[in-house]
């Protein structure tokens, strides 16, 4: 029952075959028996979870009527803030808080009847491409347990890959979603900026930050993202307009005549072998199924890393400055005497993990004064070519196609001192946060000189999000077709998985 | 160090000025989120997950408060600009809890206006124009309460408490160019355009301008150059001047304070300084010497501010007529006196004068009854007079019974009192209280014949033509009639009687 999609469960509950609770306790059975491996969940709400469970259960047999996931479980990626819930955004500061309020996302989940089993392991406050930079602990890729689940949902991505969760949610600043579905043989998307509300969502850099739905198919995203998108009022950022009807598109999958740019910049140096040989088979399954492949150039796509590395890090210098002891979180040094500066400090200092401070130090550096204008000035300049490179390609096509990752997943500690090697990961996946628009990856194949998962990367214009479901879909379709079964029956059993 | 007088200073130097005012709008909300403003609640009532900073809480903009603040760049001919953005301005302190303010940096809403303020000099009344170079929007922090230690600051406490209720109230501040040219008048053109900015906000609505509780703080930057120099001279920022006298009294002290350190070849230090209410001194606060750098950036969670033009317009044109010139024009329509106008504007009856005068009373006696007897009676309860039971619409009505000659001026001032005793209208307390005036010529001549042969040498004084001596008679003649009867007819009938008529 785990295994299959989360279609396929509300379908079983809406037919009678099941309960919540019984697919909500199938689920958390599997998290008792495979999590001590993977280390996805920080915290797993089985009261919460069952008593949610049950209740969609009472409204079902009351003969209310539900939305197409309700009864259906998942995994919150721990940046959400939910309710009574412990949050920690992976970090120590925050250890032990409960949020008193939810996140808009959790409340539409919540509206939905999508049951939420827990909080998943993440890089502190989102940063990092490993999930290595988590305070308590990295997690595992269920592929190959020696190694990473890609960053900085990590945790939401191995939930799914390991059949803790049929649906999770991540956040995307510069790949978070996208690079851990690649390295896990996932589905996961980043809406168009300002798609979904980011009220309740802890922000590393808010205007890059976005939440986004992630799943083992293109169409179970799909259900996820219309439950989780839409105007909030209480986010300045989001967008007053319909959500993209972006099932239909999952449902039709339909590419003919619809042209796909391949991005000349990201593809070749740096890309491993069978990344770039899943890549081109790909795209010749598209050109079958009826779509034109035309290549597109980004200039200004070789910038974006650098300027992503100033606006990221200006950003979170001071969205973290929060983080003080005075209202939540842990609090340090509170002996008689001391002063709030020194509290202030020692709680930072003990509180912050290596990686969030070196971007606290970077962003306080680039937005000094004299500063400024060659740092975080130039790369708002860079951010608007880049912008504009999308605009420009856009006209020649309607989605645009590169590798999510140059690699597959590497091992845990492998980069783990190198943060530049570790940044490169992201090369693929950050120019789509920095114009706003909208990016998934879906698995294309194992690498054959590893077999490891691959990810492929489509691009949507800003609100157009429905055609990069359209491609997926197809594509999906198209590999299945070949595989015979999903990815995800190639990798390993861990033991435990039924 | 020596110590100087005024004049002293004033044959060396010449002061730069420039002035800070932070204004706390009356909006039923805050600036980002829905929580209230009320003044004075039980702490840390009136928070929630955006103005406590708690992860993840988002801001959203008040948008009665970008009303507010519009209309006061219009009333201060400010430019609006067609865009504008918040910005974050990033430095710790616990009662701040983002610990980052959003405010505006290099794209506020309002620019380059000006204010003239009126001031009497020696050579009479002088106007003097201060420029305005910007009004934006802000929030304000919380408050923080030093508990322990004797001087209630932050340093030798034992402990601090934290109150988020004021945390995020919308704050606007003014900043004006700098202002040369003001000479040894620089305190009192310095009052005196806080007090017009008061004025002028308090006629918009937009606050509450009550200095004393903080909702009108003004910052004021003093520096000195040598007459003749047109390079500035080191400032000092005095802060927490509460009322409009300390305004004066601390640019003042700041003036001699910056000439004596000149004088003995010191530098005036670029710091902040804290008003002394008791002493009218300033003392040292944080130096600025090493200015902070609070890394302003645009505030990513908020889209500009792009206010409709035709919006702009329709605010334009509903603006109030400024203050001052209002002042001027009902002075020269009453024909008031420059010290009972003062006199009104302190008492703060202007309005309700107005709305009687436009009720059809006189100007003259509807002023007189606001300033008078009402304002007597006001302080006797110890009320403000808007507190009391008693309406333009009551003193119009009697104003004109005293003119119709249905009550005399002692009658009246029964009436007043009447209806200020919540007795009713003044036609019910006439009724009730039996009041009516003798306007019965024989009744009236009877006590003149009377009055005059009880005081035959005085009225033989008025049979000579010493008219002033009539007034004796006349009071006489009313106080015989009890105050019933109108002076003014006993005035025509008693010099009639003694052939001068």
Request: net charge negative; charged share 20%.
């Amino acid at each position: 029952m785990i295994k299959n999609s989360a279609a396929e469960m509300a379908e079983s509950l809406a037919s009678g075959a099941t309960t919540s609770v019984a697919l909500t306790q199938a689920h958390l059975d599997q998290i008792s028996k495979v999590d001590g491996k993977v280390h996805a969940f920080l915290h797993v709400d089985s009261q919460g979870a069952l008593e949610q469970a049950a209740q969609v259960d009472a409204a079902r047999s009351r003969g209310e009527k539900l939305g197409p996931l309700a009864g259906v479980p998942l995994a919150l990626k721990d940046v959400l803030v939910q309710k009574g819930v412990p949050t920690t955004c992976g970090s120590k500061i925050l250890e032990g808080w409960r949020p008193p309020y939810d996140a808009t996302v959790v409340t539409n989940l919540k509206n939905a009847g999508v049951v939420i089993l827990g909080k998943t392991n993440m890089d502190e406050f989102a940063m990092g491409s490993s999930t290595e930079n988590s305070a308590y602990g990295p997690t595992h890729n269920p592929w190959d347990l020696t190694r990473i689940p890609g960053g900085s949902g990590g945790g939401s991505a191995a939930a799914l890959a390991a059949f803790e969760a049929p649906l999770a949610i991540g956040t995307d600043t510069g790949g978070s979603i996208r690079q851990p579905a690649a390295v896990t043989g996932t589905v996961g998307v980043k809406p168009t900026y300002g798609g979904v509300s980011r009220y309740g969502l802890v922000a590393f850099s808010s205007s890059l930050d976005q939440a986004g739905p992630c799943a083992r198919t293109v169409l179970d995203t799909a259900l996820l993202h219309e439950v989780i998108a839409g105007f909030d009022p209480r986010d300045s950022t989001s967008i007053n307009a319909p959500v993209p009807q972006v099932v239909a598109a999952a449902k039709n999958g339909d590419v003919k005549a619809m042209k796909i740019g391949v991005v000349k910049e990201l593809n070749g140096d740096g890309y491993q072998a069978g990344v770039r040989q899943r890549f081109e088979e790909s795209l010749e399954l598209l050109a079958k199924a009826g779509a034109e492949i035309v290549e597109v150039s980004a200039p200004n796509f070789e910038y974006a890393l650098a300027a992503y590395y100033l606006i990221a890090p200006s950003e979170c210098s001071s969205n973290l400055a929060r983080f003080d002891a005075m209202r939540y979180g842990i609090r340090v040094g509170d002996s008689d005497g001391a002063s709030a500066e020194s509290v202030m400090n020692l709680t930072r200092e003990v509180g912050f993990g290596r990686e969030v401070k070196r971007r606290i130090l970077l962003g306080t550096y680039a937005l000094s004064s004299g500063y400024y204008d060659a740092y975080y000035g130039s790369a708002q300049k860079v951010r608007t070519l880049i912008t504009q490179d999308f605009n420009n390609a856009f006209e020649k096509c309607d989605v645009m196609v590169s590798p999510t990752c140059p690699t597959t997943a590497f091992k845990i500690g492998e980069k783990a001192n190198d943060p530049l090697a570790m940044y490169l990961n992201d090369i693929a996946t950050i120019p789509v946060n920095m114009a706003g628009i909208g990016g998934m990856s879906l698995p294309c194949g194992v690498a054959p000189e590893d077999g490891l998962p691959v990810g492929f990367q489509i691009m949507s214009p800003v609100m157009q999000d429905q055609r990069m479901y359209s491609v997926g879909a197809a594509l999906e379709a198209a590999l299945l077709s070949q595989w015979g079964a999903p990815l995800l029956s190639q990798a390993p059993s861990l033991g435990g998985a039924a | 160090m020596s110590a100087l007088t005024y004049d002293d200073v004033m044959a060396k130097y010449e002061p730069v000025l420039g002035l800070e005012v932070h204004v706390e709008l009356n909006t039923h909300s805050k600036m980002f989120c829905g929580c209230s403003t009320i003044f004075g609640a039980e702490p840390n009532t009136q928070t929630c997950p955006v103005c406590l900073a708690l992860p993840g809480a988002l801001p959203v903009v008040n948008e009665k408060a970008i009303e507010s603040t519009i209309l006061i760049g219009l009333a201060l001919n400010c430019s609006i600009a067609p865009f504008s953005r918040f910005a974050r301005k990033n430095y710790f302190y616990p009662d701040m809890p983002k610990n980052f303010q959003i405010s505006q940096y290099d794209e506020p809403i309002c620019v380059n206006g000006y204010v003239d303020v009126e001031i009497d000099t020696d050579e009479g009344p002088q106007s003097f124009r201060i420029e305005i170079e910007r009004v934006h929007m802000e929030e304000d922090t919380g408050k923080s309460l030093h508990v322990g230690g004797s001087t209630g600051r932050i340093h030798g406490a034992d402990y601090s408490l934290l109150d988020y209720n004021r945390a995020g109230i919308p704050l606007v501040e003014i900043v004006t160019k700098i202002v040369p040219g003001t000479g040894k008048y620089a305190p009192e053109v310095a009052k005196a355009y806080v007090a017009e900015l008061r004025d002028i906000l308090r006629s918009l609505g937009v606050s509450d301008v009550k200095m004393e509780q903080g909702s009108l703080r003004c910052d004021a930057n003093v520096s000195l150059r040598l007459i003749g120099s047109d390079v500035l001279g080191t400032r000092s920022e005095t802060k927490n001047v509460n009322s409009l006298r300390s305004v004066e009294r601390a640019v003042r002290g700041e003036m001699i304070r910056h000439a004596e350190l000149l004088n003995d070849g010191k530098k005036v230090k670029q710091e902040t300084r804290h008003f002394q209410e008791d002493t009218g001194l300033t003392r040292s606060g944080r130096s600025k010497e090493q200015a902070e750098d609070y890394r302003y950036f645009p505030e990513p969670d908020l889209v500009p501010v792009a206010p409709d033009a035709k919006w702009i317009e329709t605010l334009r044109a509903g603006l109030p007529e400024r203050p001052s010139l209002r002042r001027k024009r009902l002075q020269e329509q009453w024909s008031v006196p420059d010290k009972e106008m003062a006199a009104m504007i302190n008492a703060d009856v202007l309005n309700i004068v107005e709305e009687t005068v436009l009720l059809g009373a006189d100007p003259t006696k509807a002023r007189s009854w606001w300033l008078g007897e009402i304002s007597r009676l006001a302080n006797e309860k110890e009320v403000a007079i808007s507190e009391l039971a008693i309406t333009a619409n009551d003193v119009a009505e009697i104003v004109s019974l005293v003119a119709q000659g249905e009550l005399t001026d002692k009658l009246a001032r029964q009436v007043v009192e009447g209806v200020i005793a919540g007795e009713g209208s003044p036609a019910q307390v006439i009724a009730s209280r039996g009041i009516k005036v003798v306007n019965d010529d024989g009744a009236l001549m009877a006590a003149i014949e009377k009055v005059c042969s009880e005081q035959s040498e005085t009225a033989d004084k008025v049979r000579n033509g010493h008219l002033p001596a009539a007034g004796a008679l006349i009071g006489a003649v009313m106080k015989e009639t009890k105050g019933q009867a109108d002076a003014a007819r006993v005035r025509e009938l008693l010099l009639g009687h003694l052939g001068q008529a």
